[in-house]
């Protein structure tokens, strides 16, 4: 199961928004089309938004015709860049792709793309080490809770929260997790699909039954992914993140974010400083098309924001850090991004 799959200037995404029911696969061919695939979540995720851009800019650069390469490609990466506003792993791989671009038209289509399946494979190996580094408290009998969907389908390969999931089950390991259905786009539901799918035991609960498993006792930890890491170890993820670190930590629940390097921020100091997207109000009127409420008037955050002082420990490529500001810096001054 693959969300991304591009080959010689062909950019082929899984349309998330008709999972579980419907595989469609579809070709992107313009710049404009990756960019509303972005905003209308065909593809979504922070890696995966990622990887998805810097494949829209070698669509845009292959589809230059004349003038000035640089100020089209300009045009290209900012229309790109305003798809979303949470996920910094977009603006971290646009800048990593700007940098590449020369006046060689040829040139830089062929280095743009070869970047471009880099960030890809890195994103693997980092969900691989991320799996690494979590995989030893997925034991036989434990159980996980697990919120919106840091999966396969949100990454390359193997997601970042599910990978040790992944590994474990690829080991023998008998364990069991259970999947918040992560209301109002139910992304929860696509992560109990990618699981299910692997012969992973997954069950699936409504968001407002996640406390009372932690209160059964019966929650081993809380993995979650991240959208946006601030310096001071803030964690911006998918709305109702919050709830599950303050239940979490009431209940004496471990409370792990997996968060690969690209995933932070340094610019920004804390979480409150963090752009939080607010989507349609449909998302939350609505439901396959059927109307849920008559009350128009809707607040829609698409994510929120813990502060570092609930979670237990950021799991990235590198280990497990503390989710704090010096334990960032030692990471990130060892030249780890
Ligand atoms: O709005 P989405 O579906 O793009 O949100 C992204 C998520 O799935 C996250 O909340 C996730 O934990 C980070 S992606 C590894």
């Given at each position: 199961m693959r969300a991304i799959n591009y080959d010689d200037g062909q950019l082929t995404l899984l349309d998330q928004t008709k999972l579980p029911t419907e595989t469609v696969y579809k070709t992107y061919e313009s710049v404009e089309e990756v960019a509303r695939a972005i905003e209308e979540m065909v593809v979504r995720g922070a890696p995966a938004i990622g990887i998805t851009a810097a494949y829209g800019t070698v669509i845009g650069a292959r589809k230059f015709v004349s003038g000035d390469f640089k100020v089209y490609m300009q045009k290209v990466i900012k229309r790109l860049w305003h798809t979303r506003p949470t996920a910094v792993n977009l603006h971290w791989a646009l800048e990593r792709m700007e940098q590449i671009i020369t006046d060689d038209v040829d040139d830089s289509i062929q280095l743009l793309e070869q970047e471009a399946r880099l960030i890809e494979a890195e994103d693997t190996d980092i969900n691989l080490a991320i799996g690494n580094t979590l995989k030893h408290l997925v034991q036989d009998k434990t159980a996980f809770l697990i919120h919106c969907n840091p999966g396969r389908l949100a990454t390359?390969?193997?997601?970042?929260?599910t990978a040790p999931f992944y590994l474990a089950h690829e080991a023998g390991v008998k364990f069991k997790v259970y999947s918040d259905e992560t209301r109002p786009r139910l992304q929860g539901a696509l992560t109990a699909y990618e699981l299910s799918d692997a012969g992973i035991d997954v069950t699936v609960i409504t968001d407002s039954t996640a406390a009372t498993l932690m209160q059964q006792g019966k929650i081993t930890a809380v993995f979650v992914g991240c959208d946006r890491v601030a310096a001071n170890g803030d964690v911006v993820n998918k709305i109702g993140t919050l709830p599950l670190a303050i239940a979490a930590q009431y209940y004496g629940v471990p409370f792990y974010v997996a968060a690969p390097t690209p995933t932070f921020d340094l610019k920004v100091a804390n979480g409150a400083d963090i752009p939080i997207e607010e989507r349609h109000a449909s998302e939350v009127t609505h439901l396959a098309g059927q109307s849920l409420t008559s009350v128009q008037s809707v607040y829609n955050p698409a994510f929120d924001v813990t502060p570092?002082?609930?979670?237990?420990?950021l799991a990235t490529e590198h280990g497990l850090i503390e989710a704090s500001q010096e334990a960032i810096e030692e990471l990130f001054r060892k030249g780890e991004r």
């Open positions: 390359s390969d193997y997601g970042t929260a570092h002082e609930l979670i237990t420990a």
